[in-house]
């Protein structure tokens, strides 16, 4: 049985990670920051009762190395590791108008909070394991109004190459996912303030709708499998063709 972990699995992309990890007989650990919204998630997917949930802020240093530290104990190793966990953008606006700490809590949470991930989990690998980094088109492409954002997720596009070359020669593969525009609770909320938003934002991608995310629970499934076994610090952008133009 393999060992899965899956950062920020309690909804969107995170949960059918997690659900899919399930599916394929996986032993899953997951963390989110609401037991609440876990609990939730168990009462509507039942087959969740199976995952191990830790609650852990992974912007708390000392919590995330706590939580590492006991994935070690009980487990020894990781086999996979997908680094999701993001949580609601806190920088969006202009640049130049934004507060400093908003700024940093975003490069903490978006970055730094995930490159220490990445490395508890590389310490926990061996030959045959896989790790997926959840980034986005946003790390590929500018993006006004979420300038730290983008700087956030385009760091963390460096980092996943320079660390799969380092570590090719234990066997451990590292890649990332890119995702564009995923219909998700997030976007959900956004129906609030615009009823209009899905449609709106679904007439600039080429195939005029949003992922769902099962889709990009496919990419990442397929970057862990042994069907990628010779791929190797990519990024597989999973986007309907939008930043095709950009």
């Known amino acids: ?25 996986h032993q899953v650990i997951t963390c989110s920051r609401s037991r609440e919204t876990w609990s939730e998630a168990v009462n509507t997917y039942p087959q969740l009762a199976a995952v ?26 990781l086999d996979y590791a997908v ?24 490069l903490d949470v978006d970055f730094w909070a995930q490159a220490l991930c990445f490395q508890y989990e590389i310490d926990l690998m061996s030959d045959g394991g896989a790790i997926v980094n959840v ?15 983008s700087a956030a997720k385009h760091a963390l596009e460096g980092l996943t190459q320079s660390v799969a070359l380092e570590n090719i020669a234990a066997g451990i593969r590292i890649n990332s996912v890119a995702p564009g525009v995923t219909w998700t609770p997030r976007w959900d ?8 938003i899905r449609e709106e934002v679904s007439d600039v991608v080429p195939v ?3 992922a769902d995310p ?25 986007d ?3 930043t095709l133009t950009w």
């Open 1 to 25: 049985m393999k060992i899965a972990l899956v950062t920020g699995g309690s909804k969107g992309i995170g949960l059918h990670t997690v659900l899919r990890m399930v599916e394929l007989g």
């Open 52 to 77: 191990d949930h830790r609650c852990v802020d992974i912007s708390d240093e000392a919590a995330l190395a706590a939580f590492y530290a006991g994935i070690k104990e009980r487990y020894g190793r």
């Open 83 to 106: 680094n999701n966990a993001s949580p609601a953008l806190v920088s969006g606006g202009p640049f130049a108008t934004l507060k400093a700490e908003k700024l940093k809590e975003t």
């Open 135 to 149: 980034s986005s088109i946003n790390g590929i492409r500018p993006t006004p109004r979420a300038a730290m954002f």
């Open 189 to 196: 909320e956004k129906r609030v303030d615009n009823p209009n």
């Open 208 to 210: 005029q709708r949003f």
């Open 214 to 238: 099962q889709e990009i629970v496919n990419a990442i499934e397929f970057l862990l499998s042994d069907k990628a076994s010779y791929i190797v610090g990519h990024t597989l952008v999973v």
């Open 240 to 242: 309907g063709g939008l």
